[in-house]
């Protein structure tokens, strides 16, 4: 430790004594003695305290040398051992100034190839200590501002997974990465580059915003000079999760979303009609038209394909028609997303609106009559939208064609009833994008609010001739006080089954059907992904319980001592057809293993078996339809009645 001590002041005053000739030559000899000396302190098994006296003047070693295969040997040699330092306090400080010492203009003028090739494994160490990453980005935007001598937008890879990476927030670790949001908003002065002087205490999720915002200004300054190759790092970096599932603020959505916002932060650098332009266009299609992507990127996807093609309105809408037509098949989801930028494309077109309105028109119209409700609902506002506008700038010929469509769309619409366009995709009011059209939510739930309020009869009686698809909504009927029927004397017992989408298809079930009693082998599995996917949440509106298999014997007598008829779903020598039994208001039903059925020791306590007719060859339903279908059975007989009917 003395030792260190002593060469850190030579490397701090040395150059100070003798002429000048003679202090280089000292400094020459002395450097190779301090190599030696340094290089075996590193290879051996030194406490980190030790070797962080070494990694905080590397960068005063790198000054002194002038031989700079020197320099790059003893750097390889310090960066190989990081890999085997324990991980403890003084490791964060060596990583610090590691980064400082391989970005710094002096070391980069002697081996700019060397540090390339470290960057993947510090950005591996940076996933465990943030600021590490900090220390990156900072080091390399100053780098990219001398781009003639460092080769700026040769960095740019590394700029790209340094803006990619950062923390996934939980749901339970949201809360407090709001409230850090909420502090960056309050305090607007704050100055990213000043938390490297508190990173120690600083909050993670402030260290990760700052890296992503210092990150995003870098690929905006080379966008400036480069945006081919910007466009070709972030379309390579999304590719690798292209048709790829993903879920909400999952790190496949998270990274999805950065790459697209980043592409439409760099738009204004897009030249318009340009290959990059076309690049950008065509790279977007793909992902509409072949993935399943979540609202929020679906919504920038739309806002970057307006902002290009918006001088040229009327060949975007014909490109993006014929495309889709060439599609082997374009689903609902796909046309509610394209409607936006089809309709503002139409605003857009200055050369011959009303070409561009008859273009949307002749798209969207056969989609007013589709089987799709949300299809159906969003076309229908499109049309009377473009018809609107139409009115406004006297359009003449295009209202003379279309003009009667608006009185047919009424009335559809008042025979749905009061709807918002947001709900329909699971978003809220802050998250949509309507660049042309602020007004454009807000104006259709007054318009869908007040098309109900002056109903006359005759409205009325057209309305009850229309046969339009319509989800049923509890909450309604709630709020209009109907007696809601339930079957709390019902019991489904689960046990016997193993699939957790069969459970989670019989837990839907049994919300629906008011059966507010499960009972599971384990209840741990309403967590698992597979129920929960056939399960929608139901399972948090109903009782579900726990019976080990072991226990199921003794807890059938139970329920036949509390006066409940257990009967199970089996095919025996003396089972009776569905349709010809009658079920008691008590009822238990047990249901059958997938593979095995119901236990041969429990058949004799059970007080009847039943089994569903079938006409069919395989003479086997699944356990969930079997579930469902004799579920039906009982409401039917026991609380279906017509004031309860909801749909």
């Given at each position: 430790?003395?030792?260190?001590k002593k060469?850190?002041?030579?490397?701090?005053?040395?150059p100070?004594f003798g002429?000048?000739?003679?202090?280089q030559?000292?400094?020459?000899?002395?450097?190779?003695?301090?190599?030696?000396?340094?290089?075996?302190?590193?290879i051996?098994k030194?406490?980190?305290?030790?070797?962080?006296?070494?990694?905080e003047h590397?960068i005063h070693f790198?000054n002194?040398?002038e031989?700079p295969e020197?320099?790059?040997k003893?750097i390889n040699?310090?960066?190989?051992?990081?890999?085997n330092?324990?991980?403890?306090?003084?490791f964060?400080k060596?990583?610090?100034n590691?980064?400082n010492?391989?970005y710094?203009v002096e070391?980069l003028s002697?081996?700019k190839e060397?540090a390339f090739?470290?960057s993947?494994?510090l950005?591996e160490y940076s996933?465990a200590y943030?600021v590490?990453?900090l220390h990156?980005i900072t080091?390399i935007?100053?780098?990219?501002k001398c781009?003639?001598i460092?080769?700026g937008?040769?960095?740019?890879?590394?700029?790209v997974?340094?803006?990619l990476q950062?923390?996934?927030?939980?749901k339970?670790?949201?809360?407090?990465?709001?409230?850090?949001?909420?502090?960056l908003?309050?305090?607007?002065s704050?100055?990213?580059?000043?938390?490297i002087?508190i990173s120690e205490?600083?909050?993670?999720?402030?260290?990760?915003?700052?890296?992503?915002?210092?990150?995003?200004?870098?690929i905006?300054?080379l966008?400036?000079?480069?945006?081919?190759?910007?466009?070709?790092?972030?379309?390579?970096?999304?590719l690798?999760?292209?048709k790829k599932?993903?879920?909400p603020?999952?790190?496949?959505h998270?990274k999805?979303l950065?790459?697209?916002?980043?592409?439409?932060?760099?738009?204004?650098?897009?030249?318009?009609f340009?290959?990059?332009a076309?690049?950008?266009?065509?790279f977007?299609?793909d992902?509409i038209?072949?993935e399943?992507n979540?609202?929020?990127i679906?919504?920038?996807f739309?806002?970057?394909?307006?902002?290009l093609?918006?001088g040229?309105a009327f060949?975007?809408?014909?490109?993006?028609?014929?495309v889709?037509?060439?599609s082997?098949?374009?689903?609902p989801?796909i046309q509610i997303?394209?409607?936006?930028t089809f309709y503002h494309?139409a605003?857009?077109?200055?050369e011959?609106?009303?070409r561009?309105?008859?273009?949307?028109?002749?798209?969207?119209?056969?989609w007013?009559m589709?089987s799709q409700?949300?299809?159906r609902?969003y076309a229908q506002?499109?049309?009377?939208?473009?018809?609107?506008e139409a009115?406004?700038n006297n359009?003449?010929?295009?209202l003379?064609k279309?003009q009667h469509l608006?009185?047919?769309?009424?009335?559809s619409?008042?025979?749905t009833?009061?709807?918002?366009?947001?709900h329909?995709?699971s978003?809220?009011?802050?998250t949509l994008?309507?660049?042309?059209?602020?007004?454009l939510?807000i104006a259709?739930?007054?318009?869908?609010?007040?098309a109900?309020?002056?109903d006359n009869q005759?409205d009325?009686?057209?309305a009850l001739?229309?046969n339009?698809q319509?989800?049923i909504?509890?909450?309604?009927?709630?709020s209009?006080?109907n007696?809601?029927?339930t079957?709390?004397?019902?019991?489904l017992?689960a046990?016997?089954v193993d699939?957790?989408?069969?459970l989670?298809?019989?837990?839907?079930?049994?919300?629906a059907?008011?059966?507010p009693n499960?009972?599971?082998?384990?209840?741990k599995?309403?967590?698992?992904?597979?129920?929960?996917?056939l399960?929608?949440?139901s399972e948090?509106?109903?009782?579900i319980?726990?019976?080990?298999i072991?226990?199921?014997?003794?807890?059938i007598?139970?329920?036949?001592?509390e006066?409940?008829f257990v009967?199970?779903?089996e095919q025996?020598?003396?089972?009776?057809?569905?349709n010809?039994?009658?079920?008691?208001?008590k009822?238990?039903l047990?249901?059958?293993?997938e593979?095995?059925?119901i236990?041969?020791?429990?058949i004799?306590?059970?007080?009847k078996?039943?089994?569903i007719?079938?006409?069919?060859?395989t003479r086997?339903?699944?356990?969930h339809v079997?579930?469902?279908?004799i579920?039906?059975?009982?409401v039917?007989?026991?609380?279906?009645?017509?004031?309860h009917m909801?749909?």
């Open positions: 430790m003395k030792l260190v060469h850190r002041w030579f490397l701090n005053k040395s100070i002429n000048q000739e003679s202090c030559k000292r400094t020459k000899i002395y450097v190779k003695s301090l190599f030696k000396l340094y290089s075996g302190i590193i051996k030194c406490r980190n305290e030790v070797l962080l006296c070494i990694y590397l790198v002194v040398s031989a020197l320099v790059i003893f040699t310090c960066h190989a051992r990081l890999s330092l324990k991980k403890d306090f003084y964060k060596i990583l610090i590691f980064v010492t391989i710094s070391y002697k081996s060397s090739l470290m993947d494994s950005l996933k943030p590490v990453r990156m080091a935007k100053k780098i990219i781009d003639d460092y080769g937008s040769e960095w740019l890879t590394t700029i997974d340094i803006y950062g923390v996934i927030t939980t339970d670790e949201r809360t407090e990465y709001f409230i850090c949001q909420e502090f908003e309050i305090n607007k704050f100055v990213f580059e000043n938390i002087n205490q600083s909050n993670p999720n402030i260290i990760n915003t700052a890296c992503r915002i210092i990150s995003l200004d870098a905006l300054d966008a400036k000079n480069s945006v081919a190759k910007v466009i070709i790092s972030l379309r390579t970096e999304y690798k999760f292209f599932r993903y879920f603020n999952s790190e496949t998270i999805k950065r790459i697209t916002q980043a592409l439409l932060l760099i738009l204004p650098y897009v030249k318009e340009s290959k990059e076309i690049q950008i266009g065509v977007l299609l992902c038209l072949e399943a979540q609202p929020c679906k919504q920038i739309n806002l970057v394909l307006i902002i093609l918006q040229a060949r975007g809408i014909e490109y993006i028609k014929r889709m037509s060439m082997a098949q374009v689903s989801s997303g394209l409607m936006p494309l605003l857009f077109d200055t011959d609106p009303m561009s309105f008859s273009a949307v028109m002749s798209l969207v119209l056969p007013t589709g409700f949300k299809v609902i506002d499109i049309i009377k939208r473009l018809i609107h009115k406004e359009y003449d010929d295009f003379n279309y608006e009185s047919c769309i009424d009335t619409i008042k025979a009833g009061p709807i918002k366009l947001s329909l995709n978003l809220t009011e802050k994008l309507e660049p042309k059209d602020p007004s939510s259709i739930d007054k318009y869908l609010e007040n109900t309020k002056n005759q009325k009686t057209e001739n229309l339009i319509k989800k909504t509890p909450w309604k009927n709630i209009e006080g007696d809601i029927p079957n709390s004397e019902f019991i017992v046990t016997l699939k957790p989408q069969n989670g298809g019989l837990s839907r079930t049994c919300e059907f008011g059966i499960l009972v599971l082998n384990d209840a599995i309403v967590q698992n992904k597979e129920f929960q996917s399960s929608m949440s948090g509106w109903i009782n319980t726990e019976i080990k072991k226990d199921l014997r003794e807890h007598m139970d329920y036949k001592r006066g409940y009967v199970g779903a025996t020598t003396n089972s009776i057809k569905l010809e039994f009658r079920f008691p208001r009822t238990v047990i249901l059958g293993n593979k095995t059925g236990a041969a020791n429990l004799p306590i059970l007080d078996c039943i089994e007719p079938q006409f069919g060859q086997s339903l699944n356990v079997a579930g469902a279908t579920i039906w059975e009982y039917k007989e026991h609380s279906l009645r017509p004031n909801t749909a």
